[in-house]
């Protein structure tokens, strides 16, 4: 998602919708509106993070097994039916910000004629991280298996040259961890050399 630099166009969203409101269906105490097109803005604002349609109430975060974030970016808790909490958005920014740095994706979780799979999901994220601890084996509900791949971050990153590349290395172990609890958090990665390096 994109910031709005230019203000005119929900400017002129808001008179639309004040002269002619959007048709609307009222189920109990909710208004659900029909959507709306946004005009296109003359010059693009800055990127922003956000991921709406996977959106959870706080009490339902890890109250029960469901599949949350896009394939690619699921944290290993989700895939291996585990509950979890909000450290699954720090392993989100990990993959993201691979996705992003890189320009091409960590994880692909998919099988050779191209459909979805948690169990290459999984072997990916061995290959880049190692196996996971003895807990969290112990707690799976997992019944598939995957030959793990040759890979790993060191052999995938070509941006960088050290010692930004054993920064960046850091960075991203501290985002994907296994165990949630070993994640760093929002506010110590803001403080971390790689970002902090010209």
Known sequence: MLSVEDQSILLD???????????CKVIGDRVIYSSRKLGIPKVHGRPVLSDFGEARFRSQVGSR???????IYRAPEVLLRM??????????LGVLAWDLFEQGYLFYARDSEKDSSDTLHLAEMIAVLGPPPNHMLQKRNWKDAAEIPPISIEKLEDNLQSPQQDL???????????????????????????????
């Not at 969203?13 to 048709?23: A, D, G, I, K, Q």
């Not at 979890?84 to 720090?90: A, G, L, P, T, V």
């Open 13 to 23: 969203f808001e008179e639309t919708e004040r002269c002619n409101p959007s048709p």
């Open 65 to 71: 097994w469901e599949d949350v974030r896009p394939l």
């Open 83 to 92: 509950p979890w909490n909000e450290k699954i958005e720090i392993w989100n």
């Open 168 to 198: 960046f290395f850091c960075f991203m172990r501290k985002m994907l961890q296994w165990r949630p609890e070993d994640r760093a958090s929002a506010k110590e990665l803001l403080s971390d050399p790689w970002l902090k390096s010209p």
